[in-house]
């Protein structure tokens, strides 16, 4: 079955530190890939997607992510984090229509 | 342009009694999802409707059913809650594979 893959249920980095969520996915045609960012309380806003061409994909907030079909991965990273930073994070991957999500990496970011 | 609108945005509700979530997007999307997002568990599909008048079940159906009343508003409903209901419910909608899925604010449902 398609799905998508966070190993990490909770990271934590101190302020200015890089920053890379990991993403892995299992599909069998070119996946159409996504990465949101959830607040406390606050609802799903999207970083960055990945459809086709260049595998280096740039969003918002200074978070970029790349798609290396031969990992089967998608990873988040962000050179330095800022305190606002902290935040749920989701991977998701969209399969027949339906996107899917991974089951989100809690960023602490810690002074 | 309100992109996905969802009502209520809290709600609280005694077990067995129902209620309907609203969900409409002014978008002309063809495609509409209910999502229930539980902690640790990221967003699960409930139902969704690929197009106007057609509806599937996703990974996690019961309990709940679903209306794609037109083009623009798809309604999920509670007909006998139960406290494993308890949840934030979202909504989305799309224009189609390779499209972007934009999210309402939620639903935060609380059964007692």
């Known amino acids: 079955a398609q799905s998508v893959t966070q190993p990490d249920i909770h990271i934590t980095v101190s302020e200015g530190a890089s920053l890379e969520l990991r993403c892995n996915y299992s599909?069998?045609?070119?996946?159409?890939l996504f990465w949101y960012v959830q607040s406390p309380g606050q609802g799903l806003q999207l970083l960055l997607k990945y459809f086709s061409g260049d595998t280096l994909v740039q969003g918002i907030k200074g978070f970029e992510a790349e798609f290396k079909r031969s990992q089967s991965s998608f990873n988040l990273r962000k050179p330095s984090v800022h305190w606002s930073d902290a935040a749920e994070y989701f991977c998701a991957g969209v399969a027949t229509n339906k996107l899917i999500f991974g089951t989100g990496t809690l960023l602490a970011v810690q002074p | 342009n309100a992109g996905v609108t969802q009502t209520p945005k809290f709600q609280v509700l005694k077990t067995g009694q129902s209620m309907t979530l609203q969900c409409a997007q002014d978008m002309n999307h063809n495609s509409m999802y209910w999502y229930r997002q539980d902690p640790g568990m990221g967003l699960r599909l409930i139902y969704y409707s690929a197009s106007e008048g057609t509806t599937d079940k996703g990974e996690v159906p019961n309990g709940y059913n679903v209306s794609r009343l037109n083009k623009r508003e798809f309604s999920l409903r509670l007909e006998s809650a139960a406290p494993s209901q308890t949840s934030v419910y979202f909504c989305?909608?799309?224009?189609?594979?390779?499209?972007?899925?934009?999210f309402g604010s939620g639903t935060r449902l609380t059964v007692v």
């Open positions: 989305a909608s799309t224009e189609g594979t390779g499209s972007r899925y934009p």
């Open positions: 599909y069998g045609a070119t996946p159409y």
